[in-house]
């Protein structure tokens, strides 16, 4: 017998991680601009991938139409193989696609958990919302926080309660606008680990950064847009030794 190792045949490659959101030949016109220029994009279920570009790139307005907040020009958005293209929003949260978005999504005047009552009405039967509540807030890691009005919490705080309430319809893919932006180091790191959690739990995770500190702390995989287009796409490190993403982009943050 020779040498076993050779004898055996050589590892499958591992099933590839199924589809789960694909845009095909997307495009935003907003007047005579196309913010998204022929977006055509597909990520796996389970990934976690950052989406970065300069200012301007149609990161923000890609997400919008995942969510279906804007009609796409041209082209098809896909989720689990199903043309949603056409779809309302809440339809799309119905089917497993959740935001948070830059721009606060909570209600500052209400208390924590009115906020998450909202959050959740829509997706546990009334006499589950307040232990759905307590499973929410307890696995963002903030349960300590009691239920103090909303705008007494700090920019951090609130920023978690609104993934508590993104997390609320059970996602399958969560679609994060810069979730640490504006946020001190502490509250960065518990940021970080919250979506790495979120992760390892099952959720697919799209999430939007300009902080490359941030994106290399957390992300696996990277597409980069520009003027409204996939640029280049790979993982972190095959971006960060990209040439022309580095003179496009990563040399100016
Ligand atoms: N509702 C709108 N109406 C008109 N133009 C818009 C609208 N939303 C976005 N745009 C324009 O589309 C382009 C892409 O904007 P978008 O916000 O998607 O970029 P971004 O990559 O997210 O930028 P940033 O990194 O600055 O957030 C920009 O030129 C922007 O001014």
Not at 2 to 30: A, C, D, H, M, Y
Not at 84 to 107: E, L, N
Not at 230 to 248: D, K, W
């Given at each position: 017998?020779?040498?076993?190792r050779?004898?055996?045949?050589?590892?499958?490659?591992?099933?590839?991680?199924?589809?789960?959101?694909?845009l095909?030949?997307v495009?935003?016109?907003?007047?005579?601009?196309?913010?998204?220029?022929?977006?055509?994009?597909?990520?796996?279920?389970?990934?976690l991938?950052?989406?970065?570009?300069?200012n301007?790139?149609?990161?923000s307005?890609?997400?919008?139409?995942?969510?279906?907040?804007?009609p796409?020009?041209?082209?098809?958005i896909?989720f689990?193989?199903?043309d949603?293209?056409?779809?309302?929003?809440w339809?799309?949260?119905?089917?497993?696609?959740?935001?948070?978005?830059?721009?606060?999504?909570?209600?500052?005047?209400?208390?924590?958990?009115?906020?998450?009552?909202?959050?959740?009405?829509?997706?546990?039967?009334?006499?589950?919302?307040?232990?759905?509540?307590d499973?929410?807030?307890?696995?963002v890691?903030?349960?300590?926080?009691?239920?103090?009005?909303?705008?007494?919490?700090?920019?951090?705080q609130?920023?978690?309660?609104?993934i508590?309430?993104?997390?609320?319809?059970?996602?399958?893919?969560?679609?994060?606008?810069?979730?640490?932006?504006?946020?001190g180091?502490?509250?960065?790191?518990f940021?970080?680990?919250?979506?790495?959690?979120?992760?390892?739990?099952?959720?697919?995770?799209?999430?939007?950064?300009?902080?490359?500190?941030?994106?290399?702390?957390?992300?696996?995989?990277v597409?980069?847009?520009?003027?409204?287009k996939?640029?280049?796409?790979?993982?972190?490190s095959?971006i960060?030794a990209?040439?022309?993403?580095?003179?496009?982009y990563?040399?100016?943050?």
């Amino acid at each position: 017998m020779g040498n076993l190792r050779s004898e055996i045949s050589p590892v499958l490659e591992p099933p590839r991680k199924e589809t789960l959101l694909e845009l095909r030949n997307v495009v935003k016109q907003f007047g005579g601009l196309k913010a998204v220029d022929g977006v055509n994009m597909s990520v796996r279920r389970g990934e976690l991938r950052c989406l970065i570009g300069p200012n301007g790139a149609g990161k923000s307005t890609v997400f919008k139409l995942i969510m279906g907040i804007y009609p796409p020009t041209q082209g098809h958005i896909l989720f689990k193989g199903n043309d949603i293209t056409k779809y309302d929003t809440w339809k799309r949260a119905r089917m497993g696609i959740s935001i948070k978005m830059q721009v606060p999504g909570v209600y500052g005047e209400l208390s924590l958990r009115d906020n998450m009552r909202i959050a959740t009405q829509n997706f546990v039967e009334p006499g589950d919302v307040e232990a759905e509540i307590d499973r929410l807030l307890s696995f963002v890691g903030i349960e300590q926080l009691g239920n103090p009005q909303v705008s007494n919490l700090s920019h951090g705080q609130q920023q978690w309660l609104e993934i508590a309430m993104a997390l609320a319809s059970k996602p399958d893919i969560l679609l994060l606008d810069e979730p640490a932006a504006g946020m001190g180091p502490e509250e960065t790191e518990f940021t970080a680990q919250l979506v790495k959690k979120m992760n390892e739990s099952g959720i697919t995770i799209l999430f939007i950064d300009h902080d490359m500190e941030f994106v290399r702390r957390i992300a696996e995989n990277v597409t980069v847009l520009h003027y409204g287009k996939p640029f280049a796409e790979g993982t972190l490190s095959e971006i960060e030794a990209n040439e022309e993403v580095v003179r496009i982009y990563l040399g100016k943050v």
